[in-house]
């Protein structure tokens, strides 16, 4: 069920003397089983880009197609484009409101119409798909760290069994060991269930270290899509923009002016170490 995105434009405040173009001519094509990467700095439209991608926006022009379907047709069901394209905010608590864990996560698929049996179900196997244990399922959301709190609010999401996962910066604010954690268990369940996931991150390392796509925005814009690699061959532009590329890239661009013929393409410390040692003991 691919999302695709044609010619869509946004304009924040149009009409007045302050509109702000907020996405320019979004061209984009979101197949099934991708592990995608969408960065951008402050103010680039990413999060504008994603809140379109569930309907939560619509255009100021342009379309979007949802399983060949276009998502703001009068008669197009809204509910069941939601269901299928969760979408994780940056702060949990922005999704937690019940009176316990579970009931949180059961919020979802009620509302789907199911029994209540499925409902229970399904709450108890997203909880376990991001690792909460059993001991936290029936205390307060507000009660837990914050790392568990996203967790809840993952597993909410996923509950509704979407085909496409996206996560607006599900680390902000973490420690390494939480951090790491999180998007471990993301990608995981990427593996075991072949879901869509579209992570919103500004960790140039995380981006590299787990994603097949990288959607780089810029004022609005698409500036780069494609595989890692290539995208972080642009180092330069993107430091102009103010982003960067990860730290592996920069230390094998160094190795490479010192005169060390290594590959400068790879992109995560494994890949470098496979390489500076390939290059050691040629």
């Known amino acids: ?31 099934d089983g991708q592990f995608i990467g969408l960065i ?47 979408l994780v905010f940056q702060y949990p608590e922005h999704q937690l409101f019940e009176i316990d864990v579970f009931s949180d996560v059961c919020y979802g698929p009620k509302n789907l119409g199911l029994e209540q049996k499925e409902v229970e179900l399904r709450a108890y196997a997203a909880l376990k798909q ?71 991150s500004h960790s140039m390392e995380d981006v590299a270290k787990y994603v097949e796509r990288i959607i780089v925005m810029n004022k609005g814009a698409v500036l780069y899509d494609d595989v890692p690699k290539e995208v972080f061959k642009h180092y330069k532009e993107l430091e102009q923009v103010g982003l960067a590329a990860p730290q592996v890239t920069y230390i094998m661009q160094a190795l490479k002016e010192k005169g060390l013929p290594v590959n400068t393409e790879v992109t995560t410390i494994p890949e470098a170490k496979d390489e500076i040692l390939r290059v050691l003991l040629s």
Do not use: C, W
């Not at 022009?61 to 269901?83: A, M, P, Q």
């Not at 959301?141 to 996962?165: E, N, T, Y």
């Not at 954690?181 to 996931?197: C, F, N, R, W, Y």
């Open 40 to 86: 951008g700095h402050t103010g680039s439209g990413k999060s504008t880009l994603v809140q379109h991608l569930n309907g939560l926006m619509k255009p100021t022009s342009g379309s979007i197609f949802f399983n060949g379907e276009d998502v703001h047709d009068e008669d197009y069901d809204k509910k069941k484009l939601r269901s299928k394209v969760g």
């Open 1 to 31: 069920m691919s999302l695709i995105l044609d010619h869509v434009n946004y304009v924040y405040g149009g009409d007045t003397e302050l509109a702000v173009r907020a996405l320019k001519d979004i061209n984009l094509v979101i197949p």
């Open 130 to 200: 991001v690792g909460l244990e059993d001991e936290f399922f029936y205390q307060s959301p507000f009660d837990l760290s914050g790392g568990q709190k996203r967790r809840v609010a993952i597993a909410g999401v996923l509950a509704m069994k979407p085909d496409i996962l996206i996560l607006d910066e599900p680390t902000a604010g973490l420690d390494p060991k939480g951090r790491d954690e999180i998007l471990d268990q993301i990608a995981k369940l990427h593996k075991e269930t072949g879901i869509t996931v579209i992570l919103v």
